[in-house]
């Protein structure tokens, strides 16, 4: 008899998309670090631009008690539409 598998059922926390302008753009649900040390709930965007490093952005959602549904329904949200429209945004910031 073979070694027990247990199948644990997990929402998903990542999603990757891959635009023919922007390459790939991915997108995380996390918790991290806000601007005050504050361990917060967040979604992380991340991609290259042609000739740069990856560069990324957090979005942050309150504290730890209310922040998660703020996190969790951006991160339903985005589909690629919206990760690109934040790419998109970023991009032209930086020129």
């Excluded at 922007?22 to 709930?41: F, M, R, S, W």
Aim: aromatic share 10%; hydrophobic share 40%; glycine share 12%.
């Amino acid at each position: 008899m073979g070694p027990t598998i247990e199948i644990i059922k997990m929402e998903d926390f990542a999603k990757l998309f891959k635009h023919d302008e922007y390459g790939q753009i991915l997108v995380v649900a996390d918790t991290g670090q806000n601007d005050k040390g504050e361990e917060t709930p967040k979604v992380s965007i991340s991609f290259k631009p042609f000739g740069k490093g990856v560069c990324a952005i957090s979005l942050f959602f309150g504290g730890l008690e209310d922040g998660y549904d703020g996190r969790d329904e951006c991160f339903k949200n985005m589909d690629m539409g919206a990760a690109v429209e934040v790419v998109k945004s970023l991009i032209e910031g930086l020129s």
